[in-house]
């Protein structure tokens, strides 16, 4: 089994994918034109909670998935959740993708770790990738995943500096181990920058389902915190966290964003000016990553790794005023320096 870190190429404009609805979810026109077994087939990927046009996590995917399908002139398929699913339904989905061919197959989240494993053993000249968790092991299995709580140190580090009320505020999508590592480098970031900052943490709910596709409650818990004095959240929340965006432009405060550089995203264009950043994760680079693997004959397989150094992690620069503040910039570059060469350790954990 090959461990990989990744620091490969990534592809570079994307093109543009018709989609229509099956009955397993949503997935590519692609998916249904061809029949089973096809060589020129590539690389699928199947959404977590949210689904496709959540401006953050999985819409990161779905450009992995453009880029790939541009750059290897290959068929690609994506499929959507269903409301309420179980581990095999997501299993069917993975299982239906691979039976057609598609090479490689990625469920796009942790809640696909058993499906991932359970279909990568029905299929072992298939490659499977999971995004976000490294518990699924197989000769065949790629586990993508990233040092969150790298990038969201630096992004304390920018609340910290942005803050004129000495409150920030964190929503997580989710109480767990994944957006622990998300609150656990905020904090930090925040501590080692500027002394007597409070951190307010709100978590959205224990189901996946509501936590990260709730617009309606990252609203609620972001409200919460601007009047309890925050004047910067940053969320962990995928779709609801276009909720916390929407409530900290409403009260002209900073909101900080996540996975994709929520700044440059259409739907959230109205609120922009108020994003001051992203805490991006490049997932499109993880999934065309893979995919050139496959189609090199080399696949990745183990726990592939993302991290700063690996430029895999990283703060969205495309507002202007953020880019533009030379004392936020300076701070940045050396909180990354000390981060990349260990001289600043970030935990995983939140620290009590």
Known sequence: MRRVSRTAVAGTATASLALALSAC???????????????????????????????????????????????????VADQEPKDGESDDDKTQRLVQLAKMGYNPVVGIGYAYAPAVKEAAAKYPKTTFGIVDDATA?????????????EVSYLAGVTAALKTKSDTVGFVGGVDNALINKFQAGFEKGVKDTKKGVKVEVQYLDEDPAKGFASPDLGKAAAEKQLEDGADVVYHAAGLSGQGVIEAAAAEKAYAIGVDSDQYAQAPLKKYKKYIITSATKDVAKAILNLAESVQDGKPETGVVTGDLKSGEVSLADSNPEFKSDSKLQAALKKAEQGIVDGSVKVPVK???
């Open 25 to 75: 979810g949503g997935t590519s026109s692609d998916a249904q034109s061809s029949s089973d077994g096809g060589k020129d087939k590539g690389l699928a990927i199947a959404y977590d909670v949210g689904g496709k046009g959540d401006q953050s996590f999985n819409d990161a995917a779905y450009d992995g998935l453009r880029q790939a399908k541009k750059k290897f002139g290959y068929e």
């Open 137 to 149: 092991k197989g000769d065949n299995i790629a586990d993508l995943v990233f040092q969150e709580n």
């Open 350 to 352: 939140p620290q009590k």
